[in-house]
């Protein structure tokens, strides 16, 4: 049995940038043979990424990478907010933004085999799987090729990111919107792109409020057309109240005209969102994994 030293186990942790412990088992089970404890691991850190893959991951970061009138958005998942903060995490998700940015890939399923640090995107997603433990996705990702000028914003922790594609108008302009839309979250820029399944659900639940009301079926109708009006109001950006409006009535659409201006196109993304996110019942899983030790 070959002695292996502290020496030989952070040479392998420099050559795969595995946890030392996973190192100093390959190294074991590899009699010191450096090459082969390399190959070990090469092969347990891909287990662990198939295992971790069925895992939920509603967390992580939104990354974007800005260059001249071109822009790229990504979200990419883990399953906990401690690994969304993990260095090693974050720049995966900066150069794939960074990636997408330089062209050439379609869509999600296409990025995978992408160039990558000498490898590529999956490669290096296997890989940091193994080394952190956490499944990690590349969930999605938007380009821009803006017609105007690019405006990029991230809020709360990279939970949120926008990019917008302003059409006259200046700097202020830009960062104002691009921070309306984090806040005030707008499903779409006018009533043409709100989905119509979500605007018949709205028109039903106010005909049934209206229709309680007993009053007469015309003015009924006005009712509910108001109510839907107003509520595309609140979910288009033009329609919306500006969030720094200092009367408080005027609409982004009233702000645009005022700096003649106008918005191409705004992409907003919400980590997690759309995504069920797993409760678990953390003392019973302990308990779980308790008993299942002392039945093996």
């Not at 995978?112 to 940091?128: I, K, N, Q």
């Amino acid at each position: 049995m070959a002695d292996i030293t502290a020496g030989m186990v952070k040479e392998l942790r420099e050559k795969t940038d595995a946890p030392m412990m996973e190192c100093k088992k390959a190294l074991t089970e590899a009699d010191g043979d450096m090459a082969k404890a390399e190959e070990i691991l090469r092969v347990k850190l891909g287990s662990k990424a198939s295992k971790a893959a069925s895992r939920v991951t509603a967390e992580g970061i939104v990354a974007i990478h800005v260059d001249g009138a071109k822009a790229a958005m990504v979200e990419v998942n883990c399953e906990t907010d401690f690994v969304a903060k993990n260095d090693d995490f974050l720049a995966f998700s900066k150069d794939v933004a960074a990636l997408v940015c330089a062209g050439g890939v379609a869509d999600v399923a296409g990025l995978a085999g992408a160039p990558l640090a000498g490898s590529t995107v999956e490669a290096v997603r296997t890989a940091l799987v193994g080394k952190i433990g956490e499944n990690i996705s590349v969930r999605r990702f938007t380009i821009l090729n803006a017609k105007g000028k690019v405006f990029s914003y991230i809020h709360g922790g990279a939970k949120i990111g926008v990019l917008i594609d302003l059409v006259g108008g200046d700097e202020q302009l830009g960062r104002d919107l691009a921070m309306h839309i984090a806040a005030s979250k707008p499903k779409s820029l006018d009533s043409s792109g709100v989905d119509p399944a979500l605007i018949e659900t709205e028109r039903r639940i106010a005909t049934e409020k209206a229709a309680e009301s007993g009053k007469p079926a015309d003015i009924v109708a006005k009712m509910v057309e108001g109510t839907v009006q107003k509520f595309l109001k609140e979910v288009t950006l033009l329609g919306q109240v500006f969030v720094k409006a200092e009367d408080g009535k005027q609409t982004i659409e009233q702000l645009l005209k005022a700096k003649g201006a106008s918005i191409h196109s705004f992409t907003l993304y919400i980590v997690g969102e759309g995504i069920e996110k797993r409760s678990d019942d953390f003392a019973a899983e302990v308990a779980a994994q308790v008993a299942a030790a002392r039945a093996a």
